[in-house]
């Protein structure tokens, strides 16, 4: 079993869409969790990054950690075709901050 | 905003060749490192490095070597490249306890 799972999709949704995307994970040492977008041909983007357990907003995006569940999720609100792009879940232990685990990435395509 | 330059952005070149993937960054991290990602794959650390002199392999098992004797630099060597090689190479760098941000890679082809 792999560490960190992730539906790799692909997701269609139109424009303005809420859209969610999860991750599992089974190591409950995690406590970094991060969210990485990654357009064609180009290097993962940090989205946000929360620590622990909670929710944490910004714009558009809303971060969500549920660590009794081992779940995480990321929402984009009013998506935009501009979000279409491989959604990377990504954490690592407090003790080893220098392994992130990342999971396989989902793709989102956002539909005028 | 990091600043990080991978070069060159694509490479095809035939086997048994010695290809150097390069990994500059303007931010004066100390920490870098290096992914292997393939096509819906996860990304994979074969190398990182705390600071000048430093190196150590990440956990997955590669071929390729790296070095750190300036800052601001930790290029990727491949001695004899071949065929299982291809793949994407993503150098990231990070501070303190900020995550890790990324270049935009470097795509290697060996025919």
């Known amino acids: 079993q792999k560490e960190v799972e992730q539906d790799p999709g692909p997701l269609s949704v139109p424009e303005g869409a809420i859209v969610s995307l999860n991750c599992t994970y089974s190591n409950s040492a995690f406590q970094y969790f991060m969210w990485y977008r990654q357009y064609s041909r180009k290097g993962p983007e940090l989205l946000m990054y929360t620590y622990s357990s909670g929710n944490k907003e910004d714009g558009r995006f809303t971060a969500q950690v549920d660590k009794s569940s081992k779940y995480i999720s990321l929402f984009i609100r009013d998506s935009q075709p501009s979000d279409s792009a491989t959604y990377l879940c990504?954490?690592?232990?407090?003790?080893?901050?220098?392994?992130?685990?990342f999971g396989p990435g989902t793709s989102l395509s956002v539909i005028p | 905003e990091a600043d990080i330059y991978q070069t060159p952005r694509y490479l095809v070149i035939g086997t048994g060749k010695k290809i150097t993937l390069e990994c500059s960054q303007t931010?004066?991290?100390?920490?870098m490192y290096w992914y292997q990602q393939d096509p819906g794959m996860e990304l994979h650390l074969i190398h990182y490095s705390y600071g000048v002199n430093s190196t150590e392999k990440g956990d997955l098992s590669s071929e390729s070597t790296v070095s750190r004797i300036r800052t601001e630099h930790f290029p990727l060597t491949l001695e004899s490249a071949r065929p299982s090689h291809t793949s994407q190479y993503l150098c990231?760098?990070?501070?303190?306890?900020?995550?890790?941000?990324f270049g935009d890679g470097t795509r290697l082809s060996i025919l």
């Open positions: 990231a760098s990070r501070e303190g306890w900020q995550p890790q941000h």
């Open positions: 931010m004066g991290h100390d920490k």
């Open positions: 990504a954490m690592s232990e407090a003790t080893s901050y220098d392994k992130v685990i």
